[in-house]
């Protein structure tokens, strides 16, 4: 099998067994508890927020065994999977806690990625890759950190960094950072940007509506405001190398660009700040691929590709069709698994089959874009195989 024809999914997760049991160690979210359902049975939840709706979810082995994670895989024809730790991450923990469990756990995720089968038809090609993880709490030092983000770099079948948008308490525009976004960009590890915490609930009133306007909304507004803060704060002029990936398409942030620019542009206090215009950065940025629907992924495309013809190096060489062709370069497709299952036993998942019916029905994206998106990006990005 080509390379060009994987099937890679780069937005799926796993809570560790490492980390599931300690979660059910805990009396506080997050946590995994015991209940019994009206029918008399038990099952065991997931509470990853005190106020969250539902008192959490039910969750099972799809979240932690690695078999039935390949199972998943192979039901939907996936190749490879680029495997990254589910949030919470280590954020409620105290430092000295947190930096050892995320030592603990990303040598468990090498473990799990370097003893996965390897793909048929390949003899370099693990089914299972994975983004570590850093002990990004309140109080940890940076020295800690750094040595985190070399354990990283050293095992190799992890090939970047999951992270959230608070950093060690102040946001990931935080000037602390500096060293870190440093030594990331040196080592090419891949950020993968996930959102958490979404917005403030009270935003979403008294009704009862579930998950819907946590995830759906707050997760996406969360990381536009943590990506723009990032933008804003420089840290893609002085770090040019550096490759950050964004969940659930980039949020609200390819709608909102045009905004953004010119409100920059209209601010004494960071007109100047930035080298760029402020569209010019969504280029240097990846998107995966979990929009759902051909509209949402065409328009993020065109984002991306406006923001290398108009506002980067390649303005020459700007047409409607190698705008499509750029902007795709940059996506890649994600299922989210085990999050968002079917609520038959015997149907496929959504998450699966409507996100690639939209990459499929993309207008614009030609058949070499699509097989790009669906797994070669994902194969020249994170050099798969080598």
């Known amino acids: 099998m080509a390379a060009q024809r994987l099937l890679v999914d ?39 927020l005190d106020d969250e709706p539902s008192g959490g979810r039910p969750i099972g082995a799809q979240y932690w065994d690695r078999d ?18 589910a949030n919470p991450w280590l954020d ?8 050892q469990l995320a030592g603990e756990l990303n040598e468990d995720l090498e473990s799990y990625c370097s003893t996965s089968p390897s793909l048929s038809s390949s003899d370099t090609l693990k089914r299972l ?27 190799p079948h992890l090939r970047g960094i999951i992270m959230g948008t608070r950093g060690i308490g102040n946001g990931l525009d935080d000037e602390a950072l500096e060293p870190v976004w440093e030594a990331i960009a040196k080592a090419g590890l891949v950020v993968f940007l996930h959102p958490h915490y979404g917005v403030d609930s009270s935003a ?3 009704k009862d509506n579930g998950h819907v306007l946590p995830l759906a909304l707050g997760f996406t507004f969360e990381t536009t405001t943590a990506t723009t803060r990032l933008i804003l704060s420089g840290v893609f002029d002085r770090h040019p190398t550096l490759r950050i990936l964004l969940a659930h398409s980039g949020g609200a942030l390819p709608q909102l660009s ?3 620019a010119s409100c920059i542009d209209h601010d004494p206090v960071v007109a100047s700040r930035l080298k760029h215009d402020a569209r010019y950065y969504l280029g240097k940025l990846y998107f995966d691929a979990v929009a759902y629907g051909p509209e949402e992924l065409g328009f993020v495309s065109d984002v991306i590709g406006r923001s290398v013809f108009k506002y980067g190096s390649d303005a020459d060489g700007f047409s409607s069709g190698t705008k499509k062709v750029v902007g795709s370069s ?3 497709f994600g299922t989210d698994h085990p999050f968002f299952p079917p609520l038959k036993e015997t149907d496929k998942w959504k998450s699966v089959t409507e996100n690639l019916e939209a990459i499929e029905s993309v207008e614009g994206w030609g058949e070499v874009e699509k097989e790009n998106v669906r797994g070669g990006n994902a194969v020249r990005i994170f050099g798969l195989g080598s």
């Open 10 to 48: 780069i937005h799926t997760h796993v809570y560790l067994p490492r980390y599931a049991s300690f979660l059910r160690s805990r009396s506080a979210a997050p946590r995994i508890f015991t209940r019994t359902t009206p029918t008399g049975t038990k099952e065991e939840r997931l509470l990853i």
């Open 330 to 332: 940059r996506m890649l």
């Open 68 to 85: 039935e994670k390949l199972k998943f895989m192979d039901r939907h024809g996936i190749n490879v999977s680029i495997v990254s730790s």
């Open 258 to 260: 045009s905004r953004l």
């Open 92 to 99: 409620f923990l105290p430092a000295s806690t947190a930096h």
């Open 204 to 206: 979403w009133g008294a």
């Open 129 to 155: 890759y994975g983004f570590g993880l850093l002990p990004l709490v309140p109080e940890v030092s940076i020295n800690s950190l750094l040595e985190i983000v070399d354990q990283i770099s050293k095992l």
